[in-house]
């Protein structure tokens, strides 16, 4: 079966700095776009960034230039280094993967268990 493992969250203070990584495991025929999302407390979950499998990226406007993604094709892993951490990125950030298992003819979302993100001095 699919497993998003992800590992990285932590509390950090304003400016500081984090990195998420998530591995995706599982009988992949194809992995297409692997990202991150989040969602904060009363809020709905929103795309953070996401990544292609030929490395092409795409950011949320209120972390461009902060955050960036980058993946690893041999690992099925994806990262999301964010810099200049503000409070309102406090938030459970989910990993995402679209991807097609082998004996499958369907490609898929595949979610991760989230990881918390607290920025606060």
């Known amino acids: 079966q699919v497993q998003l493992v992800e590992s990285g969250g932590g509390l950090v203070q304003p400016g500081g700095s984090l990195r998420l990584s998530c591995a995706a495991s599982?009988?992949?025929?194809?992995?297409?776009?692997m990202g991150w999302y989040r969602q904060a407390p009363g809020k709905q979950r929103e795309l953070v960034a996401t990544?292609?499998?030929?490395?092409?990226?795409n950011y949320a406007d209120s972390v461009k230039g902060r955050f960036t993604a980058s993946r690893d094709n041999a690992t099925n892993t994806v990262y999301l280094q964010m810099n200049s951490l503000k409070p309102d990125d406090t938030a459970v950030y989910y990993c995402?993967?679209?991807?097609?298992?082998?004996?499958?003819?369907?490609?898929?979302?595949?979610w991760g268990q989230g990881t918390q993100v607290t920025v606060s001095s």
């Open positions: 995402n993967t679209v991807g097609k298992l082998l004996r499958s003819s369907l490609y898929r979302n595949y």
């Open positions: 990544i292609t499998s030929g490395f092409s990226t």
């Open positions: 599982g009988s992949w025929f194809s992995i297409n776009t």
